[in-house]
């Protein structure tokens, strides 16, 4: 018997979806190797039988599940339990369900705030807020703040080829092998040690010659551009260089912290003093969290500058 | 006794979604809804933000269609800081938008939309999928996997990130496209061409075919449609003018700067998707089965609808043959599968053209933006149908305030439309099973929210 697949989705973009089916011919040779038994995004498997209008989620049993987004509606707490409780091995895919990602940027307000804010846009209808609706969550949260996980493996999206390596390894009961490394770590630009000491705006373009590989540009932090590297795990690029650098634009840190635990926010500020850049340079302090928002990270501020909360 | 029937979640299609039919004590459908169980609020937390980053913040609004996110952002906070991209810079983020929408469009219809055509309807769930496909179609379902493959791989060559993407910048593009690299794209371009135009051969003769009175009949509404088109009435997935057709045919035109004139938002109690519709036509919103107002789609089978004709020519031939046999505007909600690969064909043949420009290798690809205050509109034709970002900046070039019409949401309100009508079709005394219910759910893909 194939090892079973099961994979749901929380509060994502299924972005990590797409990434799985990116994988190409490593995704046919997956079909094989296990029988998915349960992934809206691809087949018929539903919650219920379609009789009544009932709540309870029933999911099949399986050796190993993917669950993909963060906690962020009331209607995820049954989804995710009901997952934990039929998976053996239980994979956070991806950094919403790692760390909370980029919805737990709501956690600085109150959900009312949010639906206020999203139901009164210029070209919204005056009426009431929906109410019958699954409630959203003060904050979000990620998966580990309400079940227990067996496997982390963070990214927005995570490496296609290592999505499939993990599974795979999972199915056949081999030893897994995780990136450890800083995206810092995998970056091939040069470092003097001697930098700007200023953060300058995202509009600002680093300096390079384009026909140039990317050891020979300059560090993008040394030439004053906010790039999150030395806080983010690495792991984008595989062996080749981060995805972001590329395209010579700097790393926001999508793979959340380089450790379990990390918080990017007081690492960047660490990172940055040791470097002697003078982090009130830059605009918009918080978005150092802009993928890390989970584990009450964020939060909304109790006092707020007048127009600063919502115009 | 009245009973609901629930079809939760919706599958096969990219997001949450449940539906729930009403039906009365007669056994007769009384009502009929999907529901959108999700919100995020990125209207809410873009507040605040650096406006120059918002374009690597939206994408997670979807990871199957991001850089529609990212370059309709990109215009907007362009409009923001008042600059607009050199020629090169133009060229290379219509390049990945196109190329975006080919690997999303083969994604939709063939490992989402084709297992219940290619497998039926009827077959068992646990078959009925992409999965099932490899089984019985090994062949093609590996040319599948290949050629869209190919076309995310020609989108990374260039542009780093494709999920997600980073490379398109405010006031131009992060980088220059090496010579070396247009002459691959050009190759692999041409191979993905072919395969379009196999793909609309192969769905004329063993898909639609087959399905001819259910393309015509299940789930098919009476709405106006909304597209974008050039100066000439051409398609357009890139930029030009919003064209909103009335049910009757007849239609008006605007800059997407003008949006809030033609277009309001209406809200249920039951959906977090908000449903857009045509204020313009001054009759308000219902979703009145006999006689829905306001209501227009979106999306591939809407735009093919309100152009007049398609600048690429392979793609014309293709529409002319669609207009022939189905008229204009088309009304058979599955027709948007038909409809979707023949912009699979029009999208491929511009990413030619798009390659085939001499300016597309220059190394000028931005202009230096200055972070300021000013409000922008930017919008793209997304494989979902309209995108509409709207921004507007403090002096700090800070947002204050976002407005964001998702493709999807014009579709909200007519998928309403389409799953009554198939479930009054279908349901017949109460009595309902699973193949109904699949078949009410093929309404639902059609439209691929």
Redesign the interface.
């Known amino acids: 018997m194939k090892p079973k697949l099961s994979c749901e989705w929380l509060h994502g973009c299924s972005g990590c979806e797409i990434a799985l089916l990116n994988s190409g011919e490593l995704l046919l040779s997956l079909f094989q190797q296990v029988d998915i038994v349960h992934f809206p995004l691809l087949m018929d498997h539903k919650y219920t039988d379609g009789a009544g209008d009932d709540e309870e989620v029933s999911l099949p049993e399986a050796d190993i599940g993917l669950v993909t987004g963060g906690v962020g509606l009331e209607s995820h707490h049954g989804v995710l339990k009901a997952m934990r409780r039929q998976c053996r091995i239980l994979i956070a895919l991806g950094t919403c369900a790692v760390h909370g990602g980029i919805p737990a940027m709501r956690n600085q307000w109150t959900a009312g705030c949010t639906m206020e804010t999203v139901f009164s846009t210029a070209t919204t209808e005056a009426a009431p807020v929906p109410d019958a609706v699954p409630a959203l969550l003060d904050r979000v949260l990620s998966i580990d703040e309400q079940v227990r996980v067996d496997v982390s493996l963070p990214g927005c999206p995570p490496r296609p080829k290592m999505i499939v390596s993990v599974v795979e390894a999972l199915a056949q009961q081999k030893k897994l092998r995780l990136p450890y490394k800083s995206v810092c770590e995998t970056c091939p630009t040069v470092r003097t040690g001697k930098g700007q000491a200023v953060i300058r705006r995202g509009t600002a373009k680093p300096e390079y010659t384009p026909d140039e590989p990317l050891s020979r540009m300059r560090c993008l932090l040394e030439q004053g551009l906010l790039c999150m590297g030395p806080v983010t795990a690495g792991g984008c690029g595989g062996r080749e260089v981060p995805l972001c650098l590329r395209s010579r634009v700097p790393c926001r840190g999508c793979y959340g912290p380089v450790h379990e635990g990390g918080n990017q926010l007081l690492d960047m500020m660490n990172a940055l003093a040791s470097n002697g850049i003078d982090y009130r340079t830059i605009i918009d302090r918080k978005s150092l969290l802009r993928f890390s928002g989970a584990h009450g990270r964020l939060r909304p501020e109790k006092k707020r500058r007048g127009g600063q909360q919502l115009s | 006794m009245s009973?609901?029937?629930?079809?939760?979640?919706i599958?096969?299609?990219?997001?949450?979604a449940r539906i729930?039919i009403h039906l009365d004590e007669a056994g007769r459908v009384s009502d009929a809804r999907v529901?959108i169980?999700?919100?995020?609020?990125f209207?809410?937390?873009v507040?605040?933000?650096?406006a120059?980053?918002i374009p690597?913040?939206v994408t997670?609004?979807?990871?199957?269609c991001?850089w529609m996110h990212h370059l309709a952002a990109i215009k907007a906070i362009d409009g923001c800081?008042g600059i607009s991209p050199p020629p090169t810079g133009n060229l290379l983020r219509e390049l990945c938008q196109v190329l975006a929408h080919i690997h999303d469009k083969i994604?939709h219809f063939f490992?989402?939309a084709a297992p219940d055509f290619m497998l039926g309807p009827e077959s068992d769930?646990?078959v009925?999928?992409?999965?099932g496909l490899?089984r019985s179609e090994p062949e093609l379902?590996?040319q599948v996997?290949?050629m869209?493959?190919l076309a995310?791989a020609m989108l990374e060559r260039f542009?780093?990130?494709?999920?997600?993407p980073?490379?398109g910048?405010?006031?131009g593009f992060?980088?220059?496209m090496?010579a070396e690299i247009r002459r691959d794209l050009l190759v692999d371009g041409q191979v993905l061409l072919d395969f379009a135009c196999q793909s609309l051969a192969f769905a004329k003769e063993r898909v639609f075919s087959r399905f001819i009175e259910e393309m015509l009949s299940l789930g098919t509404v009476t709405t106006g449609f909304l597209g974008t088109v050039d100066a000439q009435g051409s398609l357009r997935l890139y930029d030009g003018l919003l064209r909103l057709m009335r049910p009757e045919g007849n239609f008006d035109e605007f800059p997407a700067g003008d949006?809030?004139r033609f277009?309001?938002?209406?809200?249920?109690?039951?959906?977090?998707a908000?449903m857009?519709y045509a204020k313009s036509w001054g009759e308000g919103f219902s979703l009145d089965p006999d006689q829905p107002r306001g209501v227009y789609r979106a999306n591939t089978l809407a735009r093919i609808n309100v152009c007049d004709r398609i600048a690429t020519p392979r793609a014309q031939e293709e529409l002319a043959v669609f207009r022939e046999l189905f008229g204009r505007p088309a009304r058979g909600t599955l027709l948007y599968h038909w409809a979707r690969l023949i912009e699979l064909v029009y999208a491929c043949e511009r990413a030619l053209e798009l390659l085939a420009d001499e300016r597309i290798v220059e190394?000028l690809v931005?202009r230096?933006?200055?972070?300021g205050a000013g409000r922008g509109i930017g919008h793209v034709e997304a494989p979902r149908g309209t995108l509409i970002h709207?921004y507007t900046t403090?002096e700090?070039?800070?947002i204050?305030?976002?407005?964001?019409?998702v493709g999807t949401t014009h579709n909200v309100a007519p998928m309403q439309l389409s799953v009554r009508q198939a479930a009054d079709s279908l349901i017949r005394n109460g009595a309902?099973d699973?193949h109904i219910?699949?078949r009410i759910?093929m309404a639902v893909r059609a439209y691929d929210p």
């Open positions: 009973q609901v029937l629930t079809i939760n979640p599958t096969r299609i990219e997001g949450h729930s529901e169980a999700t919100l995020r609020g209207e809410q937390f507040l605040g933000r650096p120059e980053e690597r913040i997670r609004i979807c990871g199957i991001p800081f994604l490992f989402l769930y646990s009925r999928n992409i999965m490899v379902a590996v996997v290949r869209r493959q995310v542009a780093g990130k494709a999920i997600h980073v490379a910048v405010v006031g992060a980088r220059p090496d949006y809030h277009l309001a938002e209406h809200v249920e109690p039951w959906s977090y908000k857009v190394p931005y230096a933006a200055e972070p709207d403090d700090n070039g800070c204050t305030r976002a407005n964001l019409i309902c699973e219910l699949n759910e």
